[in-house]
């Protein structure tokens, strides 16, 4: 049975306060005066990362004491509720850094494992985009008409956050193959990547080593905007997935990009 957005609305006006919340701690810090730290695999990551994390775990312990919290920060909190925030604090800390725009914070709330509100926020271009399941995809407020086309992959161009996408041996056949198919790649949007497709200004997202808490968010965006979103086997993405990721706005291009 659909969705409805009354049942939601509590969740989605609770999310707002969070993507608000993060919001301001971003903008209180000036990248140039971040200090940075790197993770084991290499990863860097800034105290505003861990602030924005702590602040949103704390808010979400306070309205909804009961409900999980998955981070990619701090340890996942379980109470084995069938409630789950999903919480990337800043999806593109590297561009963070750097003065970037092209980062964003990540939530999602997730009902019996099912992605039913996502939020990609972005301070720097002032852009959030908003999945609802069953009630739309969103821009600022604007709600995105749901549409997709039919292109073959050869009329399309790609975007991709790096070549780390691509490292191993096997990915990276998959990349040269894409590249041969397809006109062109472009590279470095993260989080941004998926809500300019929901707004069909990027045509096909190819990405790969992703977590829970970089994709979950998104599903809701793209699915609800007319897009398409699963791993590179065309399996719906949920917890367990390996973080190989594949968004289209077009079925025959997202097909054909399945059987490389």
Not at 5 to 26: C, G, M, P, T, W
Not at 121 to 130: E, G, R, S, Y
Not at 157 to 178: D, I, Q, R
Request: with cysteine.
């Amino acid at each position: 049975m659909p969705l409805k957005l009354k049942d939601l609305s509590q969740y989605l006006n609770f999310a707002k306060k969070l993507v608000n919340a993060s919001e301001r701690i971003i903008k209180k810090t000036p990248s140039h005066r971040l200090k940075i730290d790197f993770k084991s695999d290499k990863s860097p990551v800034t105290k505003i990362d861990m602030k924005i994390e702590k602040e949103l775990r704390s808010m979400i312990i306070k309205k909804y004491p009961g409900h999980d919290i998955y981070g990619e920060e701090y340890q996942n909190k379980s109470n084995n509720s069938p409630f789950v925030w999903v919480i990337d604090p800043i999806d593109g800390t590297k561009n963070f850094i750097n003065g970037n725009g092209n980062f964003g914070t990540l939530i999602s709330l997730c009902i019996d494992k099912i992605p039913v509100i996502g939020i990609i926020n972005c301070p720097d271009i002032n852009k959030t985009w908003i999945g609802i399941r069953d009630n739309g995809a969103y821009c600022n407020g604007k709600k995105i008409k749901k549409s997709q086309n039919n292109l073959n992959l050869s009329k399309l161009y790609f975007s991709t956050s790096g070549m780390t996408a691509f490292k191993s041996n096997n990915k990276n056949k998959k990349y040269n193959a894409l590249i041969k198919k397809t006109k062109y790649a472009t590279f470095g949007g993260d989080c941004v990547q998926y809500g300019l497709l929901a707004e069909k200004r990027i045509p096909l997202v190819v990405e790969s080593f992703l977590k829970p808490y970089d994709y979950i968010p998104l599903v809701n965006i793209v699915e609800e905007s007319g897009g398409i979103i699963s791993d590179w086997k065309g399996n719906p993405l949920n917890f367990q997935s390996n973080g190989d990721v594949v968004a289209s706005i077009s079925k025959k291009a997202h097909q054909q990009f399945l059987k490389i």
